[in-house]
Structure formats: structure tokens, C-alpha cells
């Protein structure tokens, strides 16, 4: 198994632009989330998915969308990039069994300039 | 959601326990208290959970106060590899809604 895999490992942005964070996991699990991390700080959740075709806000989830058209996949969409959004990445999932533990990707860092 | 509150930084020795504490006052009856660390440019990995009673892994304790209001992950000696940060965060596994908070952490640093 790969687990939870994340594309690109890492990317230069220019202001304005727009791009999609890549997650995938193999592992059959229901619930997927996106965190990102600012330097020197902790994960603050910005999309989660309890299933395919279900999503909710999290924290921080202005500037961003997400969809989940297949239980595998959670692409994070950055419309219009911003400095404010640069940071590290991670996508995780768990299975919905209660207390089963979060697998996270390897994240993706992303610099907007 | 009910939140948890850690102290930002610690510090151990190598070889010694470490007690990494974490305050959840606000915590539910439903609440399992679940630990995480994230070693340096790595995603959290899990560490260890629990409800009321103290539980044991292979990587770590975690001691749960009888009011439940504050926990203690313990590790028995700690090697230059703990150095991370620790994250004690709240899953409702009853309601299981799948939102997961996590807070700032503590950064544990591991002196030789």
C-alpha cells in the first residue's frame, strides 16, 4: 500500500495564479482532510470529507475549495493565490471505525510570490 | 469543539522520561484524547489514545487525570529521535462528525 500520496512535493506560485493540490489515498478509508502549516506553527484544518460527494469547512477554508467525487481522491483547489497562503500542505485520512488513527501525506509545500 | 491547551516548548535530556502535559478542561464524556507527533519536515504520525484509563504502547504512556480534564503523555526515555512536535487533540468517537482540530503542539527538544 502507499498510503496517502500528495502531488506536487513542492511549487512556486506567482500571485493570481491557481493551481490543485493533488491527494490520494489507496487505503478505502471515508474521511479525508486538508491541513496546512505555516512555519513555526501547528496544522489548522482547512476542508474535510467524511465521503465521497460530502464535504464541510474547517478552520481556515477561505481561498480554497475541494471536492471528493471518488473515495480515493480529495484534490485542494487554490483559486487566485495569495502570500497568506503560503505554507505546507498535508492531506491525511482515517477510516471511519471509531478511534482508528490519521495517515498523513508527506505534504506539499507551496510558495506564493 | 473542545479545545486543548500545551505548553509551546520543552526540553529533555536524552535518556530521561519525559512528561509532556496537555489541558482539556472543556472535554466531553465522549471525548478520547488522542496524541500525535510530527518529526521535523514529516507529516503527524498517531502516538497513542485513550478514554479514562492510563494505556501503554511501544512508543509511549499516556496517564489520563480522574476528572479528565488534563492528560500526560509520558515518554520513558527520550532519544535524540523524539525531538517533534507533540499534539494532544479531543475526537468525539461517539458522534464521530470526522472533524479533527488540532492546536499549536509542544516542541520537544532532546539534549544529548
Known amino acids: 500500500n502507499a498510503g496517502v500520496t500528495q502531488t506536487p512535493k513542492f511549487r512556486i506560485l506567482k500571485i493570481g495564479q491557481s493551481m490543485t493540490l493533488q491527494c490520494t489515498q489507496d487505503?478505502?478509508?471515508?474521511?479525508m482532510y486538508w491541513y496546512r502549516q505555516d512555519p513555526g506553527m501547528g496544522l489548522k484544518l482547512i476542508y474535510y470529507s467524511v465521503g465521497a460527494g460530502i464535504t464541510d469547512k474547517g478552520e481556515v477554508p477561505n481561498g480554497y475549495n475541494v471536492s471528493r467525487s471518488t473515495t480515493e481522491d480529495f484534490p485542494l483547489r487554490l483559486e487566485l493565490a495569495a502570500p497568506s497562503q503560503t505554507s505546507v500542505y498535508f492531506c491525511a485520512s482515517r477510516d471511519w471505525v471509531s478511534n482508528e488513527k490519521l495517515f498523513f501525506g508527506s505534504g506539499t509545500q507551496l510558495s506564493v510570490l | 469543539d473542545a479545545k486543548t491547551t500545551q505548553p509551546n516548548s520543552m526540553e529533555s535530556n536524552e535518556e530521561e522520561p519525559v512528561h509532556l502535559p496537555c489541558n482539556h478542561s472543556t472535554i466531553s464524556g465522549t471525548d478520547y484524547i488522542h496524541w500525535y507527533r510530527q518529526l521535523p519536515s514529516q507529516g503527524p504520525e498517531y502516538v497513542i489514545h485513550g478514554l479514562t484509563s492510563n494505556v501503554n504502547n511501544r512508543m509511549a504512556s499516556l496517564a489520563i487525570a480522574e476528572d479528565r480534564k488534563s492528560s500526560t503523555l509520558i515518554l520513558h526515555r527520550a532519544t535524540l529521535r523524539d525531538a517533534a512536535v507533540y499534539y494532544c487533540?479531543?475526537?468525539?468517537?461517539?458522534?464521530?462528525?470526522?472533524?479533527?482540530?488540532f492546536g499549536q503542539g509542544t516542541t520537544l527538544q532532546v539534549k544529548p
Open positions: 487505503m478505502n478509508h471515508n474521511y
Open positions: 487533540i479531543l475526537r468525539d468517537e461517539i458522534s464521530n462528525t470526522g472533524k479533527l482540530i
